[in-house]
T-cell receptor
Framework: AQSVTQLDSQVPVFEEAPVELRCNYS??????LFWYVQYPNQGLQLLLK??????LVKGINGFEAEFNKSQTSFHLRKPSVHISDTAEYFC???????????FGTGTRLLVSP | ETGVTQSPTHLIKTRGQQVTLRCSSQ?????VSWYQQALGQGPQFIFQ???????GRGNFPPRFSGLQFPNYSSELNVNALELDDSALYLC?????????????FGQGTRLTVV
């Protein structure tokens, strides 16, 4: 079984500042890793994914994440945030053989002017 | 190419009633998964349908059931509604199973049980 831990329930940050949202996972098998964003009253949109290869993954809207197998982490970063980045961010994991996604509890990113 | 659409967007039901939620999968996708997202929580996997058959289920009781139709659209049925069933229900569709398969989510159905 897999599990995902997002330690920060809320991250406040000023506009144009850098941000890191933390994600740690647990799994006894190889996994794929994902970050999704959810805007108010909307579904989930994929930001980026790690399947294999380079551990640094670039996604949409200027986000990137780094897979660290030894620390079982997949932290999300953005060098300069915008007000429009205010949303809920979910880290998710799935094993390589089945499409069931296991999500963390989410991190609310609050960007203020 | 149309995306994943869910209906209705909102509904209110009374405890003990039954509800059916609907999902139209994205064109070319034959796999549909359903998730329950309680307020302030991450989505929880309910079950998945592949080519009209359930091929995986999360930790949900049997009163949560589903169907997938030949056009790959899907329904989620919940019987004997409880107050704790109040949540956002998300449908996700994906292409034939493979490593590089991405799940595309609909906007969700907000169910309130009173």
């Amino acid at each position: 079984a897999q599990s995902v831990t997002q330690l920060d329930s809320q991250v406040p940050v000023f506009e144009e500042a850098p941000v890191e949202l933390r994600c740690n996972y647990s799994s006894s098998v190889s996994v794929y890793l994902f970050w999704y964003v959810q805007y108010p009253n909307q579904g989930l949109q994929l930001l980026l994914k790690y399947l294999s290869g380079s551990t640094l993954v670039k996604g949409i809207n200027g986000f990137e994440a780094e897979f660290n197998k030894s620390q079982t982490s997949f932290h999300l970063r953005k060098p300069s945030v915008h007000i429009s980045d205010t949303a809920e961010y979910f880290c998710a994991v799935r094993n390589t053989g089945f499409q069931k996604l296991v999500f963390g509890t989410g991190t609310r990113l609050l960007v203020s002017p | 190419e149309t995306g994943v659409t869910q209906s209705p967007t909102h509904l209110i039901k009374t405890r003990g009633q039954q509800v059916t939620l609907r999902c139209s999968s994205q064109s070319g996708h034959n796999t549909v998964s359903w998730y329950q997202q309680a307020l302030g929580q991450g989505p929880q996997f309910i079950f998945q349908y592949y080519r009209e058959e359930e091929n995986g289920r999360g930790n949900f009781p049997p009163r949560f059931s589903g169907l997938q139709f030949p056009n790959y659209s899907s329904e989620l049925n919940v019987n004997a509604l409880e107050l704790d069933d109040s949540a956002l229900y998300l449908c996700a569709s994906s292409a034939p199973q493979g490593a590089d398969t991405e799940a595309f989510f609909g906007q969700g159905t907000r169910l309130t049980v009173v």
